[in-house]
C-alpha cells in the first residue's frame, strides 16, 4: 500500500442519499472527484491507538474525510475488508448511538463485534481493573472501541492492551472519533475548507455554544478545528463559565494563534457566526449536567442566512426541531456521515484498504 | 421477481423435526406440497413497513405461511440471502424470546444484527425522541425491529425513518409477527382452514382467554383471524371484563360480520372450543399485570378431544405445564414456527427472496 | 472423521505469540510437534452436552488441550468452521468475560452469537421456567452456553433442550471449561505432565487457596486434577473452612487415593508447592463473596523458585500486580489460552474439525 493511491471505481454502485426535506445533505462527490485519495497517508494509521485529536496530522485527518467521502458513495459491504476480524465495542458508560454507529461500520465491512453495552455490569463490579481487562482483551479481539466515565480510562487500560485502542470519549476528555465527524460534515459542504490558507472573506467565523472544558465533543472539535486555522478567521465561545477551556485547551488555543473571544451574551454574537457548534450536556463527575442550558437555538433565533448548525447529539431542548427542515441543518448530514467516516478509520487502522481494490482503484503515486 | 413462483428444490437438505412426545408438531410440508408459492404476493412486502395486521392481505398471509414452511422444511442459511444487510432490535421494552427470534431469523439468512435489548438505557434516558433515533438508524441499519412500552411509538420514530419498521410490540397496540406465527401454527394443524369458505361443520370456533383490549398480542390474533372468517364459525372470548375489546376491535369485528360471544364464565364454554388462545400478561399503563387469573388450563381442563391451545408464550401458571405432552399442545409448534416465519418475512422485506433460488426454485407463474 | 488424526499444515500462517515481559507465556507447538491429533477422540464430542469435569474423559481432555494449541498456533478463522451456526451465549448471571470469551471463539470459527447478557431481564422476570427456556432456544440456537446462579440450573434447562449445553457455571456446581482452559495452562507449560505416571520427583505438589465447596472454579480444577492423578504427588487445600470441599468433591478425591491435605496455615505451606490455584470469590447464597481473604500473593510471597500461579480472573487483591511480571505468573498464559481451548471444544461439539483440514491436515489413524 506504500505509495499508492485511491480512486474510486465507477463500476461500484451509488448508494443512494437521503431524501431529507430541505436541511443540508453535501454530495460526498465533492470531496474525491477531482484526486485520488493518497494511501500513503492513511497507511500510517495502521495499528494505531486514536485516543486524543492529537494522534492526527492534518493530511490525515482530511484523507479520512475523502475515504469516507468514497464509503458513502459506494456500496463496499461485499468486499467484506474486515473478514475474520472482532472489534469490542466495551461501553463503560453507556451510549447507543455512539456504539451502534461503531457496530454498524465493522459489520458494513465484513467484522464482528463483541458488544458490551454496559461495561460496569462486568468484573468492574466486582472490583477488576481496566489493565487486567485490557490484558483479557488481547486474546479476544482485534481492535478495542471503549468509552469511560474515568477521563484517565484510555491510559489504565492501555497498560495492558496490545491491540488498537479507539477512545469513543473519556469522561471529560476527548472524544476524537465525533471531531472526526464533525469536520468531514464541514468539509462536504465547503470542500474549499481544505485549502491551508484560505482568502479571509472566505475563512469562517466558529461559534462555540458550550463549554469545551467539560464538554468532551467540544473540546475535540475545537482542537480539530486548530489543525484548519488556515480556514477560521475567528472562534468565539459562548458560555455561562468565565473560563470555558481546560488548561490545556487553553494552552493549544493560544499557541497556534488564532483569533479567539468568549463572551456569555449569545444574542450580540449570533448573527456573526458561519458555523455553530453546541452540546447540550457536559460531564460532570460521574453525570451528566445540560450546561449552559439558557443558550438554545430555533427557526427564530438571528442566525446568519447560510450559517450552519453541527450538534453531535442526542439533542434535548436546546436544538429545536424546528430547525431540522432548513439549510441550517447540517447536524443531520453530521450523524448520517459519522457511520462511513469510522468505517474509513476502521479499514485504514486494519490496514485492510487494499480489499476494497475492487471497489476503489489503487493508484500508484 | 415479478410472476414467478417458487417450489423447494428437492436436492436441498431436509431439517429434522423436533420430536417431543405426545404434542403436536405438524409437518410443514403439508403447506407447499400441492402448489408452489405465489413470489408475485410476497414481491409487494419488498420495502414495506409492518405496524399492524392491517398491513397484511390475506393472501400475503397465506404465502408468508407457505414460505415459512419452506424455510422450516429446508436449510437454507448456507445462500445467505441478506448478506450484507444489517438490521437494529431497539427493544425499548426488554423481550428476550421475541427479540432473540428475530435475531435468530436474520442470522439463519446471513444479516447481521445490532442489537439494543434495553433502549431505555441509551440517548432516550437523556431525553432524546424517537423520531431522532429513528432518523439516527437511517445511517446505521437497513430495517428496524421494534419494541416499545408506548402504544405510538411506531408513528413517531417513522416521523423520520426511511427504512422499514417492524413493529415487535407497542404498548397495547399490536404485536403483527406473533399473529403470523400464529396462523402459521393454525395453518400447519389445518391446512384445509386456507380454503376461503370452508362449510360449516369444518369451521373452527375460536376461543379466548384474555382481554384483547389490553394485550396486544391477543389483539393482533384476533384481528388476523378476521382475515380467515370462511374458516371460523364463531368466537368466544372469555375475560373478565365486561367489554374486552378496545374501541377499534370493537368495530372491526362487527364489521366483518362474524359471529362472536363474550363472557366470563369458562366452564360452560371451553368445551365447546376448537382453538383456545391465550395469555397470561397484559399491559397496563407501563407495567405488566396477569389479567384473567381466575382461567387456568391443566390436563383436567374439559377439553375437546381434538382441541388445540395457543399461547404466545412466555407463560405462568396459567398453562400447566401438564398438558406439554399431550395433543392439545400446539403452542410448542407455534414457538417453533416463530423463526421460520420470521425469516420468510424478512427474506420478503428485502426483497431478496431470489437469493434463495437454488434452493427454492422460481416457477415463472 | 472416524479413525482420522490431526496435524498442522505447516503453510498455514503462525499467529505472534504475546510479548508479556517476564510472565511465562509457553509456546503451544510443545503440545502438538511430536505426535498428531486422535481426531476419533474428539468425534466422541459431537452433539454432547458439557456440564462438569466428569463428561471428559482423560483422554478427551488430552486431545483437546492438543487441538487447542493448534488453533493458538495457526490462524484458522477464514476457513469458517461454525458457518451457518447460532450459539446462544445466555448469561443469567452477569460474567463479561466468560461470556466474550465463547463469543470470541465462536467468531474466530464464523459462527453467529445471540447475547443474552443479562438473563434476569427477560421472561425469567416475569416468571418464566427455564425448562419453557430450552424449548424456546431450540428452534433459535444450535448450541447454548448457560451461566445461572441456581446449580440446578443445567438440570432444569435441559428438561426441554435438544441442543447441546456448555455450562459456563452453576451456582456452587462447576465451571468444566474453565478447568479445561486451566490444564491447558499446565500442560503448555509442563508437557511432561500428559504422562499416565511420572516418577515422584517430577511429579506437582498442587496447592489450592480457596474453598472448592463453594468455589465453583476451584471445584472443577480440582475434579479435573483427578484425571490427571499420575502427574500429581499431593494436593494441598489452604482454605478458612473447617472441610472446605462439599460431600461429592470429598468422595470423590478420596476414592482416586490421592494424597492431600487440609490446612488454615498458608505460611508454613506455601514454599512447597509447584502450582497455586487461587480464586477470590466464592458464591454463596445469590451473592458473590471475598472468602479466604486472608490468603494473598505478591512478589514477597514465600514462593518455590520455578512455583506457577493460576487464577481464573478477574482477581481483586488477593493475587498482586506486583507479581505479573515474574515468572509465577501463569494465569495471563491461562487467560490468553481459553479462547482457543473454547474454539477447539466448539468445533468438537459442532462435529466441524473436518472443516479445518485445509489448516489441519488429517491423518488416518
Known amino acids: 500500500m506504500v505509495d499508492a493511491r485511491l480512486e474510486p471505481n465507477r463500476m461500484a454502485p451509488i448508494l443512494e442519499p437521503p431524501e431529507n426535506s430541505d436541511s443540508l445533505h453535501p454530495e460526498p462527490e465533492v470531496l474525491f472527484d477531482d484526486a485520488p485519495i493518497e494511501a500513503t497517508v492513511l497507511a500510517h494509521l495502521e495499528g494505531r491507538s486514536i485516543v486524543t485529536v492529537s494522534d492526527f496530522s492534518r493530511r490525515e485527518v482530511i484523507e479520512l474525510c475523502r475515504l469516507a467521502a468514497m464509503l458513502e458513495a459506494i456500496e463496499v459491504s461485499r468486499f467484506r475488508p474486515l473478514d475474520g476480524k472482532i472489534v469490542?465495542?466495551?461501553?463503560?458508560?453507556?451510549?447507543?448511538?455512539?456504539?451502534?454507529?461503531?457496530?454498524?461500520?465493522?459489520?458494513?465491512l465484513g467484522g464482528n463485534i463483541i458488544s458490551i453495552p454496559e461495561g460496569q455490569v462486568t468484573g468492574v463490579k466486582k472490583g477488576e481493573s481496566l489493565s487486567d481487562i485490557g490484558e483479557m482483551f488481547n486474546a479476544y479481539a482485534d481492535l478495542v472501541v471503549m468509552r469511560h466515565t474515568d477521563t484517565d480510562a484510555p491510559r489504565q487500560i492501555r497498560q495492558n492492551l496490545r491491540v488498537p485502542l479507539i477512545n469513543a470519549g473519556n469522561g471529560t476528555g476527548e472524544h476524537p472519533t465525533q471531531a472526526l465527524a464533525d469536520w468531514y460534515a464541514l468539509l462536504k459542504w465547503r470542500p474549499d475548507l481544505i485549502g491551508p490558507d484560505l482568502p479571509l472573506e472566505k475563512r469562517l467565523h466558529l461559534g462555540i455554544l458550550g463549554t469545551p472544558g467539560s464538554m468532551r465533543a467540544v473540546k475535540s472539535f475545537l482542537l480539530m478545528s486548530l489543525l484548519f486555522r488556515g480556514a477560521i478567521r475567528k472562534i468565539t465561545v459562548i458560555s455561562e463559565m468565565a473560563d470555558p477551556f481546560g488548561d490545556d485547551v487553553g494552552r493549544e488555543i493560544r499557541k497556534c494563534g488564532i483569533d479567539y473571544h468568549v463572551t456569555n451574551d449569545i444574542q450580540s454574537n449570533l448573527r456573526e457566526l458561519d458555523v455553530i457548534y453546541m452540546n447540550s450536556i457536559a460531564f460532570l463527575g460521574d453525570s451528566y449536567k445540560a450546561l449552559d442550558a439558557r443558550y438554545k437555538l430555533d427557526n427564530n433565533s438571528p442566525l446568519k442566512e447560510d450559517a450552519v448548525i453541527l450538534h453531535p447529539l442526542a439533542r434535548l431542548d436546546e436544538l429545536s426541531t424546528s430547525l431540522d427542515d432548513t439549510r441550517h441543518n447540517l447536524y443531520f448530514s453530521q450523524a448520517h456521515g459519522a457511520v462511513f467516516m469510522r468505517q474509513g478509520l476502521l479499514a485504514s487502522v486494519f490496514g485492510r484498504l487494499d480489499r476494497l481494490s475492487?471497489?476503489?482503484?489503487?493508484?500508484?503515486?
Open 88 to 108: 469490542v465495542t466495551a461501553f463503560f458508560e453507556a451510549s447507543t448511538r455512539t456504539r451502534t454507529s461503531f457496530e454498524s461500520a465493522t459489520f458494513r
Open 358 to 365: 475492487e471497489a476503489i482503484s489503487i493508484i500508484a503515486a
